[in-house]
Structures are given as C-alpha cells and as structure tokens.
DNA sequence: CGAGCATGGTGAC
DNA sequence: TCACCCTGCTCGA
C-alpha cells in the first residue's frame, strides 16, 4: 500500500481527527509502550507528511516519526476494538488510529524530524517542492532512470507503482541512463507525478490509466486489478499492453521487480 | 496449514 | 548484493 500518496492521505486524516485534541495513547501490541506512556494524554498539534515519512506532531515538542516500510498499515478510523498487532494506538471517543507493522515508529523532536526531511529529495505532493533540486542529482547519475526514481534521496516518495506507471506514460525506457534526460523529459516526468499522486492522495488508489485506454475505450472486457488501482503496466507481467497489445515485460532492478512495454517504452 | 510474496528500507559485508 | 525486519494475504498441498 505505501507510496507517498498514503503517508499524505493519512496525514490529513490524523489532523482532522487529531489536532488540536487531547489523545489516549497506548501500543496494545507492546512495542511503543514506554514511549505510549508519554504521550499518553498529551495535544496533538497535526501530522505532516514528507515523501514516505509520517510525523505526527505533539504539544510539547514531541514527534512520532513513522515509515511504514513495505507491509505496515495505518488506519483512522471510529472507535472500534483492537483486532491483532497493534503497534500504537491514538485515540479519543471519535476516532481511532491503529499502526500495524511499521518499518520504524520512532518518538523524536523538532531537529531530529528536520534532519530527516533535510535528506529528502523534492516530493511531489508538496507545493513548495523544487522539481530542479532533483534535476541536479538526477543528470549527474548514469544509473537507470528507473533506479534513481525510486532513490528517496533524489525524488521523495516515489515507490514501484508510481515510477513503473509514470515511465510507461511518459514512453521512456526504465533502463535510460538518468543523465540522458533532458530538461524537458523531466519537466513533463514530474508534472505528470504531480498530478498522478495528488489524485491518488484524493482516492487512496493508484489510478494511472487515461480514459482514452481504459477496456471499456478500447472495446475490451473490463478487467479487474489485484491491487486496487487501475495500471498500465505494475504487475501486468506476460499479459498484453494496455495501449499496443505487446505482452508487459518484467525484471528485477536493484532487488525491486520492474515492469515495462518494450514496445511503448523502446530502447534509444 | 505452510510457503511465498508484497507498493520499503537498513545494516553488514 | 544480500539477509533481515515487520504483517497479512494468496496460493497450493
């Protein structure tokens, strides 16, 4: 599930729920417990999230640092009782947060919560973001194109999804060395990331397909994706291009499987 | 019911 | 480049 799009999702529903409130605080599973209990009680200013980091902001200088990895989970949601691994719990009688396993759930600072943002390259979803600071990084790499976009320290919250779907609509080749891209080539790349992941902010799904392809455009049964989102090419291994026909090609890039169409993607 | 896998990242070598 | 972490789902026996 985690892509940025979700860490800013949940951002803003911890803020609705949350700021400005007193908070129950309590890791039910164990883990956070020492630290649960000094927060426990404590106002929740808001949550900010940058790339795929979550910082949940309390009254008297304290952070949550949350990164959810690859299989963690946060939901807000009405009170309810807790159902398996609960890492912690925020709560009041509206509403309730439940983390399950994050990669990290740290209690930090003001300093330390800058410091982290300060490794981070541009992220999409902030308005404030320079798209040029990852230009810099990104034409000085020869590394594939499709590496440096997953590479949080250039791009912030990009994952698989998004950088396999956005090389596909933007007919670029994943493997392209990064410093053959051209201004324009990025300038187009990040628009379109812009719009894609603030769209997925608004769903909470990935949605990549442009009408003019979807099945039912294209005088085909409609199809149903395994992860909630409608995609081009993410996971699509082996079966036909949404676009030319031309079966989904897929190998693995730096220990992560990359998806791509040969055909609508070529080599140059 | 166990194995394998996943939209991520870290730390050791 | 690899082992490993965390949880929950799916697939095949």
Not at 18 to 30: H, I, K, L, N
Not at 105 to 117: K, N, Q, S, V, Y
Not at 173 to 194: C, E, G, N
Not at 243 to 262: D, F, I, Q
Request: hydrophobic share 40%; glycine share 8%; aromatic share 6%.
């Amino acid at each position: 599930m985690p892509e940025g799009h979700i860490l800013h999702r949940l951002a803003d529903q911890l803020t609705t729920a949350f700021a400005g409130r007193r908070v129950a605080v309590s890791s039910p599973q164990g883990r956070f417990a020492a630290e649960a209990l000094l927060l426990d009680g404590h106002t929740i200013d808001r949550a900010r999230a940058v790339g795929k980091h979550l910082f949940v902001e309390f009254d008297d200088e304290r952070v949550v640092h949350i990164h959810l990895g690859l299989i963690g989970r946060m939901t807000v949601e009405p009170p309810h009782p807790v159902v398996g691994q609960v890492r912690l719990r925020i709560a009041t009688e509206a509403y309730v947060a439940d983390l399950r396993g994050p990669q990290g759930c740290r209690l930090t600072g003001p300093a330390a919560e800058e410091a982290m943002i300060a490794r981070l390259g541009p992220d999409p979803l902030d308005p404030q973001a320079d798209p040029e600071r990852a230009y810099d990084r990104l034409h000085r790499s020869h590394r594939p194109l499709a590496a440096v976009l997953l590479d949080q320290s250039v791009l912030a919250g990009v994952g698989n999804v998004y950088r396999a779907e956005v090389l596909f609509r933007q007919g670029l080749d994943p493997l392209l060395p990064a410093d053959d891209l051209t201004p324009a080539q990025w300038s187009r790349l990040w628009a379109d990331l812009v719009g894609l992941m603030a769209e997925g902010c608004r769903a909470g799904r990935i949605d990549t397909v442009r009408p003019e392809h979807t099945p039912e455009a294209m005088g085909r049964p409609p199809r149903v994706d395994d992860h909630g989102g409608e995609v081009y090419v993410y996971r699509r291994a082996g079966r036909p291009c949404l676009v030319c026909g031309t079966p989904v090609r897929r190998r693995e890039l730096a220990g992560r499987n990359l998806y791509w169409c040969p055909t609508c993607q070529p080599e140059r």
